[in-house]
């Protein structure tokens, strides 16, 4: 056979140049599409890829904020817990010791708790409400409890200077002595410091939830 000519070697070379420079074009041309060219394009798509981590991090934190903080981790919570039991106790337990008293409802001279506590069926039926207010909240939210403590706190205050000024007269009502005057002061003044000073960051997260919302 004869040997290919030189313009035969010429065209065949030709040929594959024009292969090479197609299947070039189309490799670069899938690389245009994915926006990834060279070595600047390796650095933006880690450029890229940081940012799209960055982004779901900062989401992921955000979900983490505005989740409603348990119990434990509220202290208006815990704090709500914690005292609508003790009232529970000191109601539920108040009702049959302050049949000592004669049992009228609003008698100055009422029964008496552990023999320190004074009592009659009123107070023992507003401590009792306390203490279902205490729990329903401490059960619900974080924004409910802080709110409920703070009111209840500043209702035991008041009853506190109330029984403090009118414990000997015919205007105690609820049986109070210098025992419950004391105990109704020292609670509200807890439950007024943990309204607040406490849950600060849960409760702006909260309250931007929902205002987004």
């Known amino acids: 056979m004869d040997r290919p000519s030189e313009a035969g070697k010429t065209g065949l070379r030709s040929k594959a140049t024009a292969v090479l420079q197609q299947v070039s074009g189309q490799r670069d041309t899938g690389r245009t599409t994915t926006g990834a060219r060279g070595p600047g394009s390796v650095r933006d798509q880690r450029d890229g ?27 208006n919570r815990a704090l709500a817990m914690t005292a609508g039991t003790l009232f529970a106790i000191w109601g539920i337990l108040g009702f049959f010791f302050a049949q000592d008293g004669g049992g009228a409802f609003f008698s100055r001279s009422g029964g008496f708790l552990w023999n320190s506590f004074g009592l009659n069926p009123a107070l023992c039926g507003l401590w ?86």
């Not at 960055?54 to 409603?68: L, Y």
């Not at 403090?164 to 609670?187: E, P, Q, Y």
């Open 128 to 213: 009792t409400i306390l203490a279902a207010a205490f729990f329903i909240v401490g059960l619900g939210n974080t924004i409910g409890s802080r709110t409920v403590n703070l009111v209840i706190g500043v209702v035991l205050l008041v009853l506190a200077v109330y029984g403090f000024v009118f414990s000997n007269t015919s205007a105690n009502v609820l049986a109070l002595n210098t025992t419950d005057n004391v105990f109704h002061a020292i609670v509200a003044v807890i439950l007024l410091l943990t309204a607040l000073g406490a849950d600060k960051e849960n409760l702006r997260a909260l309250r931007a939830a929902g205002a987004r919302a």
């Open 49 to 75: 890829g940081q940012s799209y981590s960055a982004i779901v991090a900062q989401e992921e934190e955000t979900e983490v904020a505005v989740k409603e903080p348990s119990i434990t981790a509220s202290p």
